[in-house]
């Protein structure tokens, strides 16, 4: 086991021993490839360095007591990587290179999975990208798919406290019809001026809206979002918005809770009568929601009044990382084990 503070790691980049490569060349994926290096060599007229042909995605590694590491629902996430792949054309991984290429990569890097009870996990990064040249605009005919691993704490640096966020109406992250719901890196881009504004004021993210009508909650920043009432979890049914991995586990173990669960559009002024909200992601996790300022109107929505998280958020906050950390039953069959 590495010799890291892991209690007081962040979501930041660091080096780990090596990651893995594969290219799609002549119309077809070539074999599994370990590197040491943190660099790619790639040619200049690459799609993804000009036209955005890009996509990842974001999962966690855990160590259970007995020290095996679990991983979290990968299929989910590979299946997301295929209809990112499809909806902007690029070559698609198949779920067994995929498979391989994530085991391989965590097993490799097994010093650096933090140990059970540091509340750190290790992220996933697997990334594909059009690597292949074209000066016209079309999609590639050559591919690199990689992952790197990075042993991370949370994603906001309150971990499970309340973080206050901001709605941004005069930013849009993603069309109506366009890519919202891929992971693609043009979405993040387009994120960053409203991400950014909001941290220069003192938030932890700004909050999308639909971006046709300006009326409904899309999600917050690299995280979808659900409110609490009435013994309901309600979150966001958007077009545009990443369908999450967390969100969709969380509406089940709501449901398992005995809870009602909603997914449908969610208007700016019901926060108003929301008693919890939350954000969540695999970086995420859960991150409770204290205010929400409307940047437009002023208007201040108090989540959290007494700057705790609420119960329910807690519950689900601990039932889901307790699956996740081999404490609680994994009853869905979310859960492999990196043999
Ligand atoms: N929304 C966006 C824009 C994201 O980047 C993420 C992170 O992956 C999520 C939502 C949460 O998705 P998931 O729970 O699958 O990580
Ligand atoms: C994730 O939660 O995995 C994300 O991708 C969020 C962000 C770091 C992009």
Aim: glycine share 10%.
């Amino acid at each position: 086991m590495k010799d890291i503070n892991w209690k007081e790691l962040s979501f930041a980049y660091q080096k780990t021993n090596y990651n893995v490569r594969c290219y799609f060349r002549n119309g077809e994926w070539g074999e599994l490839e370990t590197s040491s290096s943190e660099y790619i060599n790639i040619h200049m007229a690459a799609t993804a360095l000009h036209y955005g042909q890009e996509a990842f995605e974001g999962m966690k590694a855990f160590r259970d007591k007995k020290g095996n590491i679990r991983l979290f629902r990968w299929e989910d996430n590979w299946q997301r990587m295929k209809n990112s792949a499809e909806g902007i054309m690029m070559a698609e991984v198949p779920k067994e290179k995929f498979k391989e290429a994530i085991m391989k990569v965590v097993k490799l890097n097994e010093e650096y999975v933090p140990p059970h009870g540091t509340g750190a996990s290790l992220y996933i990064r697997p990334l594909l990208i059009g690597s292949g040249p074209r000066v016209g605009v079309k999609p590639a005919d050559e591919y690199l798919f990689a992952v790197f691993v990075i042993p991370v704490g949370p994603y906001f640096k309150e971990g499970f406290k309340p973080v206050d966020m901001q709605i941004a109406k005069d930013y849009d992250r993603a069309a109506p019809q366009g890519t919202g719901r891929l992971k693609v890196g043009g979405n993040y881009a387009a994120s960053l001026r409203a991400g950014e504004r909001a941290h220069d004021e003192g938030y932890a993210a700004s909050i999308f809206l639909d971006a046709k009508e300006k009326k409904y909650i899309d999600e917050a920043g690299p995280a979808n979002f659900f409110g609490i009432k009435d013994n309901t979890y309600i979150t966001p049914k958007s077009e545009s918005i990443l369908p999450s991995i967390t969100n969709k586990s969380l509406m089940q173990l709501a449901e398992d809770m005995g809870l009602k669960v909603e997914r449908r559009p969610v208007p700016v002024e019901e926060l108003e009568t929301f008693e919890e909200a939350g954000a969540c992601g695999t970086a995420a996790v859960i991150s409770p929601v204290g205010k929400i300022l409307d940047r437009t109107s002023g208007k201040e929505y108090v989540i959290s009044k007494d700057g705790n998280p609420g119960p329910i958020s807690t519950k689900l906050f601990e039932r889901l990382q307790g699956i996740q950390y081999g404490d609680v039953e994994d009853k869905h069959g979310w859960i492999t084990i990196v043999e």
